[in-house]
């Protein structure tokens, strides 16, 4: 069964910092694994898409790079701004399937 | 923009009575999925239908019932609310492109 993990739960840094975030998941045969924000009482908006043969995908600030042998993404946050508080989340899709399987996500605060 | 519209936003129920949630979209999307939030636990799918009367259960389905009588609609129907269906219930399609969440439904059983 597939597990993603999220850690930390939460971060706070103060604006302006390069951010890491980081996902890892326990089943490596994956089809593609996306990342997502959450805004408190909102819907989830997707930043990111990267697929199994893909190594990163970049989007403004934002990059996501994928290791599947390793079971690990992370995603790239440059120049943190306030706006940027908000909740992250990770999810696998898996090989075969149409199911996303998720992290818990990270609660992230950029201070000013 | 997927074009999904949850309804209604929000709902306060008693415990033992049946609801249903609706998830409309727009763009002919053939999967659809409902997911439930829950603090501790993040994202759980609950049940997901891939076609007109084609649905499946995930990992959270006991309690619930959903159905798809055409292709834009998508109902979650909890059939004896309890307080333990209290929860944000996400709506969701999926495409080449990745899924889209709807805006959500916050539900309280009291």
């Known amino acids: 069964k597939q597990e993603v993990t999220q850690i930390p739960a939460a971060l706070s840094v103060p604006e302006g910092e390069n951010l890491v975030l980081n996902c890892s998941f326990t089943d490596s045969a994956i089809y593609n694994l996306q990342w997502f924000r959450q805004d408190p009482g909102k819907g989830l908006t997707s930043l990111l898409l990267?697929?199994?043969?893909?190594r990163e995908q970049t989007s403004g600030r934002l990059n996501a790079s994928l290791d599947k042998s390793s079971g690990r993404s992370t995603l790239y946050i440059a120049a943190s701004q306030p706006g940027d508080s908000a909740t992250y989340l990770c999810?696998?899709?898996?090989?075969?399937?149409?199911?996303?399987?998720f992290g818990k996500g990270m609660k992230l605060t950029v201070n000013p | 923009d997927a074009g999904i519209t949850q309804s209604p936003r929000h709902k306060v129920t008693e415990t033992g009575t049946p609801v249903t949630l609706r998830c409309h979209q727009t763009e002919n999307h053939r999967y659809m999925y409902w997911y439930r939030q829950d603090p501790g636990h993040g994202l759980r799918l609950i049940h997901y239908?891939?076609?007109?009367?084609?649905?499946d259960k995930g990992e959270v389905s006991d309690g619930y019932s959903v159905s798809r009588s055409k292709t834009e609609d998508f109902l979650l129907t909890l059939e004896s609310a309890t307080s333990s269906q209290t929860s944000v219930y996400f709506c969701?399609?999926?495409?080449?492109?990745?899924?889209?969440f709807g805006s959500g439904t916050r539900l309280t059983v009291v």
């Open positions: 969701a399609i999926s495409e080449e492109s990745g899924y889209t």
């Open positions: 239908s891939y076609g007109v009367k084609d649905t």
């Open positions: 999810a696998v899709r898996q090989g075969g399937s149409e199911k996303l399987v």
């Open positions: 990267i697929q199994s043969s893909q």
